[in-house]
């Protein structure tokens, strides 16, 4: 058996939006995307490679079985490809956070076990491969692997070696984000699934993908000039085009509950007061709110007031996926 490698890696959340694969073997996002890293969540997994039987994945303390196990598996696979005679893997991951909630654990899960499996094979990978194996996985994951601010490219090559992410070197340190949860229990639209039949039924999703790659030079100059206002306007008609393009894909895909549109006009609300705020949702019925550090505590004070919000979660800006004793 190999040694044991264990990997905190922490989930992200796009500030402008991946929603739709050019490849969908390869996992290769139809367009870029921009993301923060946060912390404290985070996932921890531990591999190890050499055992007898089949590959054995437990997830929170769950053996793995059915589509979860093959789409593991066929991760796997990627790195014995590269190494015959590695054997069978044992993994154990856990998210001190929700799991497949649309709270992003998949892009913690798939940068974290990118990065355990390479090092306990001993395959020595750039931070650019990391991010490329990572994306197999999961599309989001690629940009796990980075810290802080984090651009991801969608690339040109059919191979895929260019759809990568890489950190912006743009300080994010003062932002903050609460996590407004509306709904306990996993979605019920996988997000691979939610972006596939909007792609191949939805009559907005050109136009969602042609709003994206100018989005992220707007966002990435708004951070850069901390111009919060222009960031707002940005990230949150990103998120909502995102859901627009869904929405009005044939049936629609709809992640929201009734409390998400609650919190929607609450941010509207307190924005026209004059708090530093937007709002991002993802995969799932949780809205995600922006602010700055300095007004942390009183954005989720009125967020815990919402009608519908069962808990308000804290993150900051937070580093890649690192290997841990
Ligand atoms: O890569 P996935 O399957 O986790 O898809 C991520 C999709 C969104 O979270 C909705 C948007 C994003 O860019 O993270």
Same mark, same amino acid.
């Given at each position: ?107 913690? /899960? ?36 980075? /810290? ?159 009608? /519908? ?17």
């Amino acid at each position: 058996m190999s040694a044991p490698v264990t990997v905190v890696a922490h989930p992200n959340i796009a500030l402008v939006k991946y929603w739709g694969k050019r490849d969908a073997a390869l996992n290769l996002p139809a367009a870029g995307s921009l993301s923060v890293t946060l912390g404290p969540m985070h996932t921890r997994t531990t591999v190890s490679f050499g055992h007898a039987g089949d590959d054995r994945f437990v997830l929170n303390d769950v053996v793995a079985t059915g589509r979860e196990a093959a789409k593991l598996t066929a991760f796997v696979e990627r790195i014995r490809a590269h190494l015959p005679g590695l054997g069978a893997l044992h993994m154990t991951s856990t998210n001190d956070f929700p799991t497949a909630a649309g709270l992003a654990s998949s892009s913690s /899960g798939f940068a974290a076990l990118a990065l355990a499996t390479s090092q306990a094979a001993a395959l020595p990978l750039t931070p650019s491969e990391l991010s490329e194996l990572a994306r197999l996985g999961s599309g989001s994951a690629a940009r796990s692997i980075f /810290g802080g601010l984090v651009r991801m490219d969608p690339g040109q090559l059919a191979d895929g070696s260019d759809a990568v992410a890489s950190p912006v070197d743009v300080p994010v340190d003062q932002l903050r984000v609460l996590v407004a949860v509306t709904v306990r229990g996993a979605k019920e639209v996988a997000s691979t699934d939610g972006m596939n039949h909007t792609m191949e039924t939805s009559p907005f999703y050109r136009a969602w993908i042609d709003t994206v790659a100018p989005a992220i030079d707007e966002a990435i100059a708004a951070l850069r000039a901390d111009d919060w206002d222009k960031l707002s306007m940005v990230c949150e008609a990103s998120a909502l085009q995102m859901h627009a393009s869904a929405i009005a894909a044939v049936p629609g895909v709809l992640y929201w509950r009734g409390a998400t549109v609650e919190l929607i006009h609450a941010v509207r609300r307190q924005r026209a007061a004059g708090m530093p705020v937007f709002l991002t949702i993802d995969a799932g019925p949780h809205v995600k709110v922006f602010t700055r550090a300095s007004h942390e505590n009183a954005v989720a004070a009125w967020l815990r007031d919402v009608p /519908g919000v069962l808990e308000v979660l804290h993150a900051a800006p937070a580093p890649g996926a690192v290997v841990v004793p």
